[in-house]
Antibody, heavy 117, light 106 residues
Framework: QVQLKESGPGLVQPSQTLSLTCTVA????????VHWVRQPPGKGLEWMGV???????RYNSALKSRLSISKDTSKSQVFLKMNSLQTEDTATYYC???????????WGQGVMVTVSS | DIQMTQSPASLSASLGETVTIECRAS??????LAWYQQKPGKSPQLLIY???SLHTGVPSRFSGSGSGTQYSLKINSLQSEDVASYFC????????FGAGTKLELK
């Protein structure tokens, strides 16, 4: 059964670094790409970046200077790190599996992150 | 960056009605388009991929069409469980989403 689950702090102070973990089950990170997507409260979806099954990465150009995505295949975990957080980074952060056919077929439940002092 | 313009922003329809949501891409995306449904407090769910392919388990009242820069999602015979927000996403280039359509019952 395919599952993804995000974990991380619910509150981050401005200018600090956000670290999130996406733990997956039911598939291998060596076979599927995993994306990070975020959604500010009441707003739309923003693609943040992807880690390919090969380990390569690609980032949204608007976030590229602050964002890093990595993974530990043996632990079935994908990591997101984003520095210099500001209040506008307050959002629900999702990890999602690339379906290989088109689109994202499985999503985590999301983790709400608030940036506030 | 490929921009996705989605319309309408909100939509009110009656049970049993047919509704259509549209997305326009800023350039040709060669059918690299998906549609998602998101209910309040939940994660998005894939409905359609490659513009017109129905994802596994999605009811057949949902359908997608289009080509080039113009795409649409149609919901036939609207059901109460279809009340949700809907987003388009292009993945021809690095993924970008439309702003969403909030569908409510009249």
């Amino acid at each position: 059964q395919v599952q993804l689950k995000e974990s991380g702090p619910g509150l981050v102070q401005p200018s600090q670094t956000l670290s999130l973990t996406c733990t997956v089950a039911g598939f291998s990170l060596t076979s599927y790409n995993v994306h990070w997507v975020r959604q500010p409260p009441g707003k739309g979806l923003e693609w943040m970046g992807v880690i390919w099954n090969t380990g390569g990465t690609r980032y949204n150009s608007a976030l590229k200077s602050r964002l890093s995505i990595s993974k530990d295949t043996s632990k079935s975990q994908v990591f997101l790190k984003m520095n210099s957080l500001q209040t506008e980074d307050t959002a629900t952060y999702y990890c999602a599996r690339d379906s290989q056919l088109g689109g994202f077929d499985y999503w985590g439940q999301g983790v709400m992150v608030t940036v506030s002092s | 960056d490929i921009q996705m313009t989605q319309s309408p922003a909100s939509l009110s329809a009656s049970l049993g009605e047919t509704v259509t949501i549209e997305c326009r891409a800023s350039e040709d995306i060669y059918n690299g388009l998906a549609w998602y449904q998101q209910k309040p407090g939940k994660s998005p769910q894939l409905l359609i991929y490659n513009a017109n392919s129905l994802h596994t388990g999605v009811p057949s009242r949902f359908s997608g069409s289009g080509s080039g820069t113009q795409y649409s999602l149609k919901i036939n015979s609207l059901q109460s469980e279809d009340v949700a927000s809907y987003f388009c996403q292009q993945y021809y280039d690095y993924p970008t989403f439309g702003a969403g359509t909030k569908l409510e019952l009249k």
